[in-house]
C-alpha cells in the first residue's frame, strides 16, 4: 500500500460512517461491512476522491467509472467530512467576475436558450418526477408549518403561505412565473379567487397544467402559456405577482433585467414574492468542490446562484421595495429528503419509466445523477451552503394615503397579522 492510499485509509477511518473502497487492482480498504462501498475502475477517480472534489466523484460514479452501493444519507454523511474545505469559498478578483459574467450572458444570451435548458430538466419524464414528488408535483422548497407534516402538507402549506403573504383576493390578476406543474397557480384560484395566468418554458408542464385546467372547469379564469417571461405583455399589468424556483435559470447578469420586467408587470401598489435558492457565500455562484459542476452539467445547465444581499440589491434598483424576507433554508433540506428517500424507495420502478420515457438519453444515468443531486442538495441545504429565502415586495405606487398606513403606498399593512392568523 502506497503512501497515498495509506493517507486514504486513515481518512476513512475517521468518517462517521464506515467507508470501503474497492481499488482498481483489486485491494480492498476497509471492512467486510462497510455502509458505503466505492468500487473504482480507474486510477483516476481514485485520485479525485483523495482530493476531495465531490462533484468530480459524482459525475464518475454517473458515467459508470466508480460503482457506489450505500444509502444515500450514509453518502452525504461521509461526503461533508471528504471535502478539502469551504465550498462557498470563493475567488472574488476581477478578472473571476469578468469571467463569470461573460459565461452568464452567453448562457442565456437569447429565450430559446433558456427555453433549451428549461427543457433539459422539466422534460425528463413526467412519470419519473410524479414517482417522488407530492401529488401536486411541488417542485420546490415545502413548509413544514407543524414539524408532524407529511410532505404533502407541507407543500399546501407552502402554498398557502405565498398566497397569504401576497394577499390575493377574488378576481385579482395574478401571474405565476414559472408555473411548473401547476400547483400553486391551482392553488391560488381554487382557494383564493384569483384570474391566474402562469407560463413556463417546459412542453411536458404546459401540457399537464392544460389538462387540469380543463378537468377542473377553470378554463376562462386560469391559463397556462408556453411563455417566457421577458416576452409577457406589460399593458394590463397584475395586481399580484410569484416567481417560485424559476429565478435560479435566470442567471447573474440578466437579474437586472429580470426584476425591471416584474416592476413593468406588476400594478403600482402591488406585491410581488420572489421564491428561490439562494448563495450561502456571498460572492459564489455556485458551490466548490466541483458540486456546482456537476449541477450544470446533469441537472440544471446554465443555472446561477445569488446570494440574498444580491438579489435584495437588484430588487431594489429595479424600483421594488423589500418589504419581507424569510430564510426557509432547513424546510429544503427536509423536502429534499423526503424526495430522496420517496426516489430511493422506487428505484427499480424509476428506472422502468426513465427507460420507456427519457427520450434519448441514457436512463442509467439520468436516475444515478438525480439519486446524487437530491441528496447532495439536502446535504448543502443542511450545511448551510445553499439557502432559499422567499422576498416579499412591492412596487410602491407614489400615494401617501394608500394602503393602511400614512405612506404605505400599496396594500401591505406593514404587519404580519394577515400571514398567520
Same mark, same amino acid.
Given at each position: 500500500?502506497?503512501?497515498?492510499?495509506?493517507?486514504?485509509?486513515?481518512?476513512?477511518?475517521?468518517?462517521?460512517?464506515?467507508?470501503? *473502497?474497492?481499488? &482498481?487492482?483489486?485491494? =480492498?480498504?476497509?471492512?467486510?461491512?462497510?455502509?458505503?462501498?466505492?468500487? #473504482?475502475?480507474?486510477?483516476?477517480?481514485?485520485?479525485?476522491? $483523495?482530493?476531495?472534489?465531490?462533484?468530480?466523484?459524482?459525475?464518475?460514479?454517473?458515467?459508470?467509472?466508480?460503482?457506489?452501493? %450505500?444509502?444515500?444519507?450514509?453518502?452525504?454523511?461521509?461526503?461533508? +467530512?471528504?471535502? &478539502? %474545505?469551504?465550498?462557498?469559498?470563493?475567488?472574488?478578483?476581477?478578472?473571476?467576475?469578468?469571467?463569470?459574467?461573460?459565461?452568464?450572458?452567453?448562457?442565456?444570451?437569447?429565450?430559446?436558450? !433558456?427555453?433549451?435548458?428549461?427543457?433539459?430538466?422539466?422534460?425528463?419524464?413526467?412519470? #419519473?418526477?410524479?414517482?417522488?414528488?407530492?401529488?401536486?408535483?411541488?417542485?420546490?422548497?415545502?413548509? #413544514?408549518?407543524? %414539524?408532524?407534516?407529511?410532505?404533502?402538507?407541507?407543500?399546501?402549506?407552502?402554498? !398557502?403561505?405565498?398566497?397569504?403573504?401576497?394577499?390575493?383576493?377574488?378576481?385579482? =390578476?395574478?401571474?405565476?412565473?414559472?408555473?411548473?406543474?401547476?400547483?400553486? /397557480?391551482?392553488? $391560488?384560484?381554487?382557494?383564493?379567487?384569483?384570474?391566474?395566468?402562469?407560463?413556463?418554458?417546459?412542453?411536458?408542464?404546459?401540457?399537464?397544467?392544460?389538462? /387540469?385546467?380543463? @378537468?377542473?372547469?377553470?378554463?376562462?379564469?386560469?391559463?397556462?402559456?408556453?411563455?417566457?417571461?421577458?416576452?409577457?405583455?406589460?399593458?394590463?399589468?397584475?395586481?399580484?405577482?410569484?416567481?417560485?424556483?424559476?429565478?435560479?435559470?435566470?442567471?447573474?447578469?440578466?437579474? &437586472?433585467?429580470?426584476?425591471?420586467?416584474? @416592476?413593468?408587470?406588476?400594478?403600482?401598489?402591488?406585491?410581488?414574492?420572489?421564491?428561490?435558492?439562494? $448563495?450561502?457565500?456571498?460572492?459564489?455562484? +455556485?458551490?466548490?468542490?466541483?458540486?456546482?459542476?456537476?449541477?450544470?452539467?446533469?441537472?440544471?445547465?446554465?443555472?446561477?446562484?445569488?446570494?440574498?444581499?444580491?438579489?435584495?440589491?437588484? *430588487?431594489?434598483?429595479?424600483?421594488?421595495?423589500?418589504?419581507?424576507?424569510?430564510?426557509? =433554508?432547513?424546510?429544503?433540506?427536509?423536502?429534499?429528503?423526503?424526495?430522496?428517500?420517496?426516489?430511493?424507495?422506487?428505484?427499480? +420502478?424509476?428506472? +422502468?419509466? *426513465?427507460?420507456?420515457?427519457?427520450?434519448?438519453?441514457?436512463?442509467?444515468?439520468?436516475?444515478?445523477?438525480?439519486?446524487?443531486? /437530491?441528496?447532495?442538495?439536502?446535504?448543502?441545504?443542511?450545511?448551510?451552503?445553499?439557502?432559499?429565502? @422567499?422576498?416579499?415586495?412591492?412596487? &410602491?405606487?407614489?400615494?401617501?394615503?394608500?394602503?393602511?398606513? @400614512?405612506?404605505?403606498?400599496?396594500?401591505?399593512?406593514?404587519?404580519? !397579522?394577515?400571514?398567520?392568523?
Amino acid at each position: 500500500m502506497d503512501a497515498s492510499v495509506r493517507q486514504l485509509a486513515s481518512r476513512l477511518s475517521a468518517l462517521p460512517v464506515p467507508v470501503a *473502497l474497492c481499488l &482498481p487492482g483489486g485491494q =480492498r480498504i476497509g471492512g467486510a461491512h462497510a455502509s458505503v462501498v466505492l468500487t #473504482f475502475r480507474q486510477w483516476s477517480s481514485v485520485a479525485v476522491l $483523495a482530493a476531495g472534489q465531490i462533484g468530480r466523484l459524482a459525475e464518475d460514479i454517473v458515467e459508470g467509472r466508480v460503482v457506489l452501493e %450505500g444509502s444515500m444519507r450514509d453518502v452525504m454523511s461521509a461526503a461533508t +467530512q471528504l471535502l &478539502p %474545505g469551504n465550498p462557498v469559498g470563493s475567488d472574488t478578483g476581477w478578472w473571476t467576475q469578468m469571467l463569470r459574467r461573460a459565461r452568464s450572458l452567453a448562457a442565456h444570451a437569447t429565450p430559446q436558450k !433558456d427555453a433549451e435548458q428549461v427543457q433539459f430538466h422539466y422534460d425528463v419524464s413526467d412519470d #419519473f418526477y410524479a414517482l417522488w414528488l407530492d401529488p401536486r408535483r411541488v417542485y420546490s422548497c415545502a413548509y #413544514f408549518r407543524d %414539524g408532524g407534516m407529511s410532505l404533502a402538507q407541507a407543500q399546501e402549506s407552502k402554498l !398557502d403561505h405565498i398566497c397569504r403573504k401576497l394577499m390575493l383576493r377574488p378576481g385579482e =390578476r395574478f401571474l405565476d412565473i414559472g408555473a411548473g406543474w401547476g400547483g400553486l /397557480l391551482l392553488w $391560488a384560484a381554487e382557494h383564493y379567487g384569483v384570474d391566474a395566468t402562469g407560463i413556463t418554458l417546459s412542453r411536458n408542464q404546459h401540457a399537464h397544467v392544460t389538462r /387540469l385546467i380543463a @378537468q377542473r372547469a377553470l378554463a376562462g379564469r386560469v391559463r397556462m402559456e408556453l411563455r417566457n417571461y421577458r416576452e409577457l405583455d406589460e399593458e394590463q399589468g397584475y395586481d399580484k405577482i410569484a416567481s417560485v424556483g424559476m429565478f435560479e435559470h435566470v442567471g447573474q447578469a440578466n437579474m &437586472p433585467l429580470y426584476f425591471a420586467k416584474i @416592476q413593468r408587470l406588476l400594478k403600482p401598489g402591488g406585491l410581488a414574492m420572489n421564491h428561490g435558492i439562494t $448563495a450561502g457565500g456571498v460572492s459564489n455562484h +455556485q458551490l466548490g468542490a466541483g458540486m456546482g459542476d456537476f449541477i450544470d452539467k446533469y441537472i440544471f445547465p446554465g443555472g446561477e446562484l445569488l446570494h440574498v444581499s444580491q438579489v435584495l440589491r437588484e *430588487l431594489a434598483l429595479a424600483g421594488l421595495e423589500m418589504l419581507d424576507t424569510e430564510n426557509l =433554508r432547513p424546510h429544503y433540506a427536509r423536502t429534499l429528503w423526503a424526495w430522496s428517500d420517496a426516489l430511493e424507495a422506487r428505484l427499480d +420502478q424509476a428506472r +422502468q419509466v *426513465l427507460e420507456t420515457t427519457a427520450s434519448a438519453r441514457d436512463a442509467g444515468k439520468v436516475l444515478r445523477a438525480y439519486r446524487l443531486y /437530491l441528496a447532495g442538495c439536502a446535504m448543502s441545504f443542511e450545511q448551510g451552503w445553499l439557502a432559499l429565502h @422567499q422576498v416579499l415586495a412591492s412596487r &410602491p405606487d407614489g400615494r401617501m394615503e394608500s394602503g393602511s398606513l @400614512q405612506g404605505a403606498q400599496s396594500a401591505y399593512p406593514f404587519t404580519r !397579522d394577515h400571514v398567520y392568523r
